[in-house]
């Protein structure tokens, strides 16, 4: 579980994630209510 107040950060990480082939969900303020739950 990471928590960032910098969104590119979270890209930056997720970039990481994606080229080392870890599966990985993310959370952050562009996704919409109804798909947080």
Do not use: T
Not at 18 to 36: A, T
């Amino acid at each position: 579980l990471i928590f960032s107040q910098m969104v590119r950060m979270l890209d930056i990480l997720a970039e990481y994630l994606k080229y080392r082939q870890f599966p990985f969900q993310r959370l952050d303020g562009s996704i919409k209510g109804e798909l947080r739950k």
